[in-house]
């Protein structure tokens, strides 16, 4: 390769024809490929430099808190987990018909791995995925409220095609996190994709936002069109533990018991 070419490579920021062209030459001249078919090769090689960068951009931007993957997670750990309904969502068909997703369990059955694992599966698909705990959220919207951008803050969590909201259910979260958690989900509502865990009966999300209206809002519209995956089972961190207690309760009773608290109050 001659450094003119080197240089002009270089400057129409062609890094993946770059890296491989060397190679390529010797490989067109042993193999007898005509000019459309080298050219064929060597723009495939700049697009699968491409697609990998911007791959890693968007994971960067995802702020997963472990890169994740279904071919990583231990399935005979936890056998009653239903592995066709999550490789059914890992072709991503909920992202693009904007349906809602809930993993619902007790602590430690693998919930924030398989919500970080499909994030990434949709980032591969060419989807904008950001993941959060219900904590980030929140600290997020009182940051901002302290500094009067709300609607950017606002805005950051409209944008993804899937935003993930992990840990509901962890503790109680402070003052005005239904108000947060509420106004992010009526937004999205049938127009993005939200994908939430909890590791409490959905009943308890009114004490645990502080405020049974909101909740009750919440539960409405993201239960809409939301597909739950239930996991049981025993705790990846407590493997030589004893094994913990499994929710037994439904999404539509569990709905239907934060109505009842409310009308109750």
Not at 75 to 99: G, H, M, Y
Not at 122 to 132: I, P
Not at 152 to 167: M, Q, T, W
Request: hydrophobic share 40%; proline share 3%; with cysteine.
């Amino acid at each position: 390769m001659t450094e003119s070419l080197r240089s002009a490579l270089k400057q129409l920021r062609l890094s993946g024809l770059l890296e491989s062209l060397e190679v390529r030459l010797h490989e067109a001249a042993g193999n007898g490929l005509n000019h459309a078919e080298f050219l064929e090769v060597i723009l495939h090689d700049e697009l699968a430099v491409r697609g990998d960068r911007q791959l890693r951009r968007r994971v960067k931007a995802a702020q997963f808190r472990e890169l994740k993957t279904l071919e990583d997670f231990d399935w005979s750990f936890n056998p009653s987990i239903k592995k066709k309904q999550l490789f059914d969502l890992a072709t991503c068909r909920f992202v693009r018909e904007a349906r809602d997703v809930l993993l619902l369990g007790p602590p430690g059955v693998g919930k924030s791995f398989l919500a970080q694992a499909l994030g990434y599966q949709a980032l591969k698909a060419g989807f904008l995925v950001l993941y959060r705990s219900i904590f980030d959220v929140v600290r997020d919207f009182l940051h901002d409220e302290a500094l009067g951008g709300e609607d950017k803050v606002l805005a950051r969590y409209l944008k993804p095609d899937l935003l993930i909201v992990d840990d509901m259910g962890m503790k109680q979260l402070p003052k005005r996190s239904g108000e947060y958690l509420f106004e992010i989900i009526m937004r999205r509502y049938e127009t993005r994709t939200t994908m939430m865990t909890s590791n409490r009966p959905l009943e308890d999300w009114g004490k645990l936002l502080g405020d049974v209206p909101s909740a009750t809002a919440i539960l409405d519209r993201f239960l809409h069109h939301a597909e739950i995956v239930q996991i049981t089972g025993k705790s990846y961190r407590l493997r030589n533990g004893s094994r913990p207690e499994a929710s037994g309760e439904t999404p539509a009773k569990a709905a239907s018991a934060v109505v009842g608290a409310e009308a109750s109050n």
